[in-house]
């Protein structure tokens, strides 16, 4: 199989069906243990000091692995991206191109679709097929998803782990499966946790990673909704591929992802938010958005390319947990008084 390392979430189903193996440059970027190598490797070839940490170490994760063949977006995820393909493209990497549609809309992604079938010698009726035998491993993530908020079983960092895989299943689609269906069994056997302040992560996928989510844990708060990665899962019902893109929100405008954002945040009861941004990333501008639209504590958190939470950092993150409980404290005793209060003439 030809490997095809990819820099977001693609429709890997077409990649599967056309024989490749696509590897998440960024999954594999993040888990090295030389990931400071990996961005300094991108600096040394000439990326500047003030572009988005992630990008360099895709570069950087490209060179070192000598990958030939790369997937790049080119609409529907982020303008770095046609900037590295060149590059890319000038280090003798083979370059894919597929753009989403720049709205949602199934007719068009249908087309999108079939021709980055047709450019890679498969049909989508292949794809399809693909997207049936993904099906099972898909539907035990969203279990460890539900796992997740509903009975507290599932630490932040393991729901993130786990939904993040899904953009090219840990290369391993069979192991993948196997190996999430006995983490579900192993949870369902956990205790019932302690309750917690119930936290939702939007926004990319944190440059912090573990240390972000155990941080959170240890000062008694639980992400519940990791908002990008449970979409890289695809979350929704859809009966075709072009379906199952076109519901997958992470392309689109913030509206279009507030529109799936709103409603996690009513049914995980969230308490606060913690709405990561990538430093100079174009996506950190959509916070004034999300802080317009979404009515609870909300704390905007910068990572560049650290990849630790520093002091100040975690200091930030105390501040917010106070406000967190207090606001929590305070909502929970208006409404015991609600429910205490009874009209002269209510019946008891
Ligand atoms: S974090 Fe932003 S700038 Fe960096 S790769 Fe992702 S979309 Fe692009």
Redesign the pocket.
Known sequence: MTTVGI??TVPIEVLLAAGCQPVDLNNLFISSPEKERMVTLAERAGFPQN?????KG?YGTCMERDIDTVLCVTSG?????LMLMDVLKLKGVRIIPFAYPDRRDPIRMHSALQELAASLGTSLEAAEEVRQELAPARILAHLLDERTWRDGKVSGWENHLWLVSTSDFNSDRAAFERELAAKVSEVDNRPRPDDMLRLAHLG?PSIFAESLYRTLEALGARVVFNEIQRQFSMPGPSSSLAEQYTNYTYPYSVFDRLADITPQLALRQIDGVIHYV?A????GIGDIIMRDAIKLPILTLEGNADFLLTEHQRTRIEAFLDIVRRQKARQGAVSDQRSAFRPPNAER
Not at 280 to 283: N, Q, T
């Open positions: 820099t977001t572009i988005c940490a992630w990008i895709i995820d982020c303008s770095n991206t990319v990538q100079f990333c174009h996506r």
